[in-house]
């Protein structure tokens, strides 16, 4: 007697919309974990570029007594025969001290992954090509119209992200989980929470933001901070 044996001829409507419906749920769970992570990579990336700008800001003062402002703009000039914009309402205009001074030989570490830059072309002996709109993702600290003294190790001399390069001390929650990377004068570079109510970084273990001025702030009350934007694409 033969036996009959059916095979299965594949998988009906029905089990292949449960297959899709349950790789789609997989996809949704995973998703925000995977954003997550990729932030906290471009929050990673962006710590070591301000680092490394700390590290240049240090090495200019060494050599022009002061970091970067109308002052030393002029000493580079002097020194360097450059032909790049080193002043300007732009915290570009003040990192291009830095280029033009020999101390800094990539743009690379003016890189913040932020809506507003884009990756260097490190194409910086023309004055338009010298860290151009774009290039930099980090705002510049000043006292004023000038640089800012080591009087507090605190004190804040690059932040980023910016929220839409404002000068009021906005940040954009979105690109690093609601942190600010603040390079301060001590050289470390620290994270500060964005406040959501008025999107504001405030200083770890308090209530300040970073344009705040006060006997109990980094600023004290002789001081007038000022940030200067990086500038958009």
């Known amino acids: ?21 349950i790789i789609a749920a997989l996809a ?4 925000p974990m995977l954003i997550s992570q990729r932030k906290q990579a471009d929050l990673v990336t962006a710590t070591n570029n301000a680092k490394q700008i ?11 007594s002061s970091y970067p402002d109308s002052s030393t703009a002029q000493t580079v000039k002097d020194a360097t025969g450059t032909s790049l914009t080193l002043t300007g309402n732009t915290a570009n205009d003040m990192f ?14 003016f890189y913040a992954k932020i809506s507003y830059t884009k990756k260097a072309d490190n194409i910086f002996t023309t004055a338009d090509k010298a ?17 800012i003294t080591a009087s507090n190790p605190a004190r804040p001399i690059a932040v980023t992200p910016l929220l839409n390069a404002s000068t009021d001390g906005q940040f954009d929650a979105s690109p690093f989980n609601a942190k600010a990377i603040v390079l301060r004068l001590d050289n ?21 933001t970073i ?14 901070p000022k940030l200067l934007a990086p500038q958009k694409k």
């Open 131 to 147: 860290l151009a709109a774009g290039e930099n993702g980090f705002g510049y600290m000043m006292n004023g119209d000038a640089a």
């Open 211 to 224: 344009l705040q001025t006060g006997e109990d702030t980094v600023w004290g009350t002789d001081t007038n």
């Open 188 to 208: 470390s570079a620290v994270a500060y929470t964005i406040r959501p109510t008025d999107k504001q970084a405030i200083t770890p273990g308090g209530s300040k």
């Open 1 to 21: 007697m033969k036996t009959t044996i059916k095979r299965r001829q594949g998988f009906t409507l029905v089990e292949l919309l449960v297959v899709i419906m």
């Open 96 to 109: 291009r001290q830095l280029l033009a001074s020999g101390i800094v030989t990539s743009e690379d570490i």
């Open 28 to 31: 949704a769970l995973s998703a």
């Open 54 to 64: 700390g590290q240049a800001m240090l090495e200019f003062d060494n050599q022009y």
